[in-house]
């Protein structure tokens, strides 16, 4: 169990152009997912949170006007990179945070991260 | 100063060897402590989840938390060459926001 998927896993377009990646959680409900970029030999570093059913919180420097991101259900949220360029190119990596309870009543969680979207903008 | 800091390598180590992975920190508010694993273009994979201080061992794993010192390890027992991959220490607070370490690239030669 806890599988994330992204789709696409690697994409190349045009500068100027829009892409969107999907992360989907397939076998467990996530309100909350995370969206991270990762240059080459380096480490992840966290764009924003997204929650599902209101705005995502963004990290200082991120752009929200350039990275739209929107979780309209318990299984999805979705990053759209808007007029993308070079220097966008990047491997972007989504989590999802799964919850659990404890018999004790109290509850932990933990994040599943998915399989990565390479985008290269030429 | 970054908040969390891991030697990048590259570590090489014949099969068979006891590898150690380490990170420290200067945030004392960490309590979650984690040891991802990632291959070449994947995703990263939790191997260590640790609350707190103390030790976690499973299988040939080891997670060590020594909050005193701010600093967490990673062992690896009678390493494979299927353990090469860049292993990222990550922690956080009460928050759920992960601060990742830059990770140590491993390779295990047999």
């Known amino acids: 169990g806890a599988v994330v998927s992204q789709h696409p896993s690697w994409v190349i377009c045009k500068s100027g152009t829009s892409v969107k990646i999907e992360c989907r959680s397939l076998?467990?409900?996530?309100?909350?997912m995370f969206w991270y970029r990762q240059f080459p030999k380096q480490s992840l570093m966290l764009m924003a949170t997204?929650?599902?059913?209101?705005?995502?919180?963004?990290e200082q420097g991120v752009e929200k006007d350039k990275f739209l991101i929107n979780h309209a259900s318990l299984t999805l949220s979705t990053l759209t990179v808007t007029s993308a360029h070079p220097e966008d190119s990047s491997f972007y990596i989504c989590?999802?945070?799964?919850?659990?309870?404890?018999?004790?009543?109290?509850?932990?969680?933990?994040?599943?991260f998915g399989p990565g979207t390479r985008l290269t903008v030429l | 100063q970054k908040e969390v800091e891991q030697d990048p390598g590259p570590l090489s180590v014949p099969e068979g060897a006891i590898v150690s992975l380490n990170c420290t920190y200067s945030?004392?508010?960490?309590?979650?402590f984690m040891w991802y694993r990632q291959y070449s273009r994947k995703g990263p994979e939790l191997l260590m989840y640790t609350y707190s201080s103390g030790n976690k061992e499973d299988g040939r794993f080891t997670a060590q938390v020594d909050k005193s010192s701010k600093y967490i390890s990673l062992f690896i027992r009678d390493s494979q060459p299927s353990d090469s991959a860049t292993y990222l220490c990550a922690m956080s607070d009460w928050a759920d926001k992960l601060i990742f370490g830059t990770g140590t690239r491993l390779q295990v030669f047999p």
């Open positions: 945030n004392s508010a960490f309590q979650y």
């Open positions: 989590s999802a945070r799964r919850e659990y309870g404890t018999s004790g009543g109290s509850s932990y969680n933990e994040q599943f």
């Open positions: 997204s929650n599902e059913g209101s705005k995502a919180t963004y």
């Open positions: 076998d467990f409900q996530a309100t909350t």
